[in-house]
């Protein structure tokens, strides 16, 4: 691959600081190499909106000390998670108390990824906040060697700036506008390929918090909600407990929402009429709104990973498990694993796709392109079925209903009426048919 003249020069360019970027940054950092890592946001974190668990094991591999940081990036650590099953008249809620306690902690972006922005700093990456990646430098060859960002030269000339790299790695996120620009992926994302995702987070008078949801002042929760608050479309809510907050949201494939012209934000406004919300967010304020898309491409739609001096890591790769919530650790480890060719390369001296492929053998190797893989007919199951959203959820509460509240009755009486209400929801056959759907997902 040839040189180019460039304004300047780096060994390794990153565009995007999200987790993604700054984990391959600090990787690359540690190592000593010169990496510039470029954000459009007025810094790390103030572009981006997540729900927003995240987890320690992947943190700690970025810091070692964490969660013992001063200052604190998060709010809460999640001390009880699991499932709320909405219908609309009412809930069930299956959750367990997590033994360890500082497994996962709730935060906000514009908290969390200035944290990992001071580690990459610390580790000797220059940060360029308030820019943009416009376009890529290109040698003779054709080959991706640099990048071209919306900033002025200089004072004096103001054609855009254009930077020298021998590997540019793209953690763009979601939109993934360079990634394809690149030709690591050859069409548009689908509407049915995205989740839009609205989210709220809703104040509540002092000590109301933890007096409605029955937790401590150290301890936080973590559902995922699934039912009468996507009104059925494909899709979940979530509800997080912050320090003196909660973040409430829900997200529904885009082709359901396009398809059935319906709004995210009134399904919010909605679910929010349900008694359970009610009761909880009753004189809450809205401190935030804001709206962003997940990719669940997933492994039918994977990119290819690397070409000549380019690699794609976290959402722009595609690399969110929405059944595990993993989106922010998947952004970490690709991130690390890019960082980790990057420096191959570079110790090689061949910044050609045929040394840049190790990338691909390694997130083959990680158990989230496993996961991946092995979950890779779980959209289509989603979109296909949509008893899942509407009917188990109905199903599961009236069961639940009659179950415990079938005092005075013969129970052989109680179970028949159980299995009448089956047979009239979904019948026996269709059960079973959903059931062998759901397994064969993971066979
Ligand atoms: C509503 C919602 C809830 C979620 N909840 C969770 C959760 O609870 N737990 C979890 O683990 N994950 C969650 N996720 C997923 C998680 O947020 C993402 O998977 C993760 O943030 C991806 O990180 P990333 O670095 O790849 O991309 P991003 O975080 O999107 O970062 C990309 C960065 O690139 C910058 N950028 C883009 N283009 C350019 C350009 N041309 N030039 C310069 N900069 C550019 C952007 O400004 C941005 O800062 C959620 C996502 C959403 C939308």
Redesign the pocket.
Known sequence: MGKVKADFEYDVVI?????????AGIYLGRKGVKTLL????RF????????????TESIKTLAPEFPNVEPFPCERQVTEEGYLILTERGYVKLTHSKEDRTHSF?AF?AKF?PFLADVAQRAGVDLAPK????DFLKDDDGNISG?I??RPKSFFDSSPASISAKVVIL?????R??SQKAGLYSRDFQPEEV?L???EVLQLPKGELEKRLGLKEDEGL?LEILGFITQGYPGLG?L?TNKNSI?F?I?VFLSELAKNRVRPYELLERAKTHPFFQRLFEGAEVLEY??????EWGYKGFPKFYGNGVLV?????G??NPLF????????Y??LLAGETAFLALEKGDFSEKTLKVYEEKLKESYFYKDLALAKNMKDLFLRNKHIFSTYPELLYEAMSLFFSAQGKFKREVIKEIITLIKKKRGFLGVLKDFLSFARLFW
């Open positions: 565009v995007g600081g999200g987790p993604a970027g700054l984990s470029i954000e459009r946001g790390c974190g103030a572009k981006n909106l997540f729900g927003g668990v995240v987890y709730t972006r990824d820019t943009k990646v416009v990048v960002v919306d953690a763009e996120g979601v939109n506008v360079l989740v995702s609205v989210k973590a979530f997080y973040s949201g997200g804001g709206a962003h898309l997940i990719p890591c976290g959402d722009a790769g690399f969110v919530k993993e989106g922010t650790n998947l952004a970490i690709s991130g």
